[in-house]
């Protein structure tokens, strides 16, 4: 089947992506594409499409990223190694480094990256624990205090600690005053769930949640400024915001987790988190042809 290309999506397109990425959700019992990737999937970019999208759908970003879906009912028929071979193709012209997420670990992704000399280069876990057991308290360093989120006040000041506290982040660390107010604009936003760790006006550490549709709540980012470190606010924070989901109404609460920050990894497993399913990328420098 023919992958054909497009800079923008049409409104059918964007619809059969959509269910596209509800049927693989249903299927496979996680999310095909990332936030970031839904986000853009009405903006100009490089989109590729069997059947209209109804088939398979594949995402690439300006850095080399790539996010891919074939239809459940349609695996097995050589399609995502016409959407893989297709993704190559188009990142050639950038000098041929393309990243591509398995979102769920497949077994099919891991031969597909074999078979066009993909190394498997990182694994995102995703954790969850109920939130019907009891929190310890918050317990915070003399002079800190939580508040929430001030939209249109706290925007550049939280930025400024975001991107210092993700310096290193392939995503986080780059966000942009344009990225945090398109999620502002989320029907999912609220800032009662957007918590800060202050003292007097300056902000340490943020926790911001986030509920699902289905009703998960999530550890959407927990974040300290390294001038901060020796405070240890990364506990405290995580606790008061997933006392902010329960009180909410959530029952359940997940995160995604890198599995190169093993502090982090430490802090949930103490906080009563057990593995769901890992995402991971594979990175492909030029070579192999497939």
Same mark, same amino acid.
């Given at each position: 089947?023919?992958?054909?290309?497009?800079?923008?999506?049409?409104?059918?397109?964007?619809?059969?992506?959509?269910?596209?990425?509800?049927?693989?959700?249903?299927?496979?019992?996680?999310?095909?594409?990332?936030?970031?990737?839904?986000?853009?999937?009405?903006?100009?970019?490089?989109?590729?499409?069997?059947?209209?999208?109804?088939?398979?759908?594949?995402?690439?970003?300006?850095?080399?990223?790539?996010?891919?879906?074939?239809?459940?009912?349609?695996?097995?028929?050589? !399609?995502?190694?016409?959407?893989? /071979?297709? @993704?190559?193709?188009?990142? +050639? &012209?950038? #000098?041929?480094? =393309?990243? %591509?997420?398995?979102?769920?670990?497949?077994?099919?992704?891991?031969?597909?990256?074999?078979?066009?000399?993909?190394?498997?280069?990182?694994?995102?876990?995703?954790?969850?624990?109920?939130?019907?057991?009891?929190?310890?308290?918050?317990?915070?360093?003399?002079?800190?205090?939580?508040?929430?989120?001030?939209?249109?006040?706290?925007?550049?000041?939280?930025?400024?600690?975001?991107?210092?506290?993700?310096?290193?982040?392939?995503?986080?660390?780059?966000?942009? !005053?344009?990225?945090?107010?398109? /999620?502002? @604009?989320?029907?999912?936003? +609220? &800032?009662? #769930?957007?918590? =800060?760790? %202050?003292?007097?006006?300056?902000?340490?550490?943020?926790?911001?949640?986030?509920?699902?549709?289905?009703?998960?709540?999530?550890i959407y980012v927990l974040g300290v400024d390294p001038s901060a470190a020796?405070?240890?606010?990364?506990?405290?924070?995580?606790?008061?915001?997933?006392?902010?989901?329960?009180?909410?109404?959530?029952?359940?609460?997940?995160?995604?987790?890198?599995?190169?920050?093993?502090?982090?990894?430490?802090?949930?497993?103490?906080?009563?988190?057990?593995?769901?399913?890992?995402?991971?990328?594979?990175?492909?420098?030029?070579?192999?042809?497939?």
């Amino acid at each position: 089947m023919e992958v054909t290309h497009a800079d923008r999506l049409t409104p059918d397109q964007l619809t059969a992506v959509a269910e596209l990425t509800a049927e693989a959700e249903a299927v496979d019992g996680t999310p095909p594409l990332s936030e970031q990737t839904v986000l853009r999937l009405a903006l100009p970019g490089v989109h590729l499409l069997l059947n209209g999208g109804r088939d398979g759908y594949a995402h690439l970003d300006h850095d080399g990223a790539a996010e891919l879906i074939i239809a459940p009912h349609r695996r097995g028929h050589g !399609l995502g190694r016409a959407l893989v /071979r297709a @993704a190559v193709a188009a990142a +050639d &012209p950038a #000098g041929g480094r =393309l990243e %591509v997420w398995s979102h769920g670990d497949h077994p099919a992704a891991a031969a597909l990256a074999r078979e066009f000399g993909f190394a498997r280069t990182r694994v995102l876990h995703r954790l969850r624990r109920p939130l019907s057991a009891a929190f310890p308290p918050v317990e915070l360093p003399d002079g800190v205090s939580i508040r929430t989120f001030v939209p249109g006040d706290d925007d550049e000041a939280w930025l400024r600690v975001n991107a210092r506290a993700f310096a290193t982040h392939p995503e986080q660390g780059r966000m942009t !005053l344009a990225d945090l107010r398109q /999620r502002m @604009a989320e029907p999912w936003f +609220d &800032p009662s #769930g957007f918590l =800060l760790a %202050v003292r007097g006006s300056t902000i340490l550490g943020f926790h911001w949640t986030k509920i699902h549709p289905d009703g998960l709540g999530e550890i959407y980012v927990l974040g300290v400024d390294p001038s901060a470190a020796d405070l240890r606010l990364g506990r405290p924070l995580a606790i008061a915001g997933l006392v902010s989901l329960r009180d909410r109404g959530v029952e359940t609460a997940m995160l995604y987790v890198d599995e190169s920050n093993p502090r982090a990894m430490r802090l949930y497993d103490k906080l009563g988190f057990t593995p769901w399913s890992s995402d991971v990328t594979y990175l492909r420098t030029g070579g192999a042809s497939g």
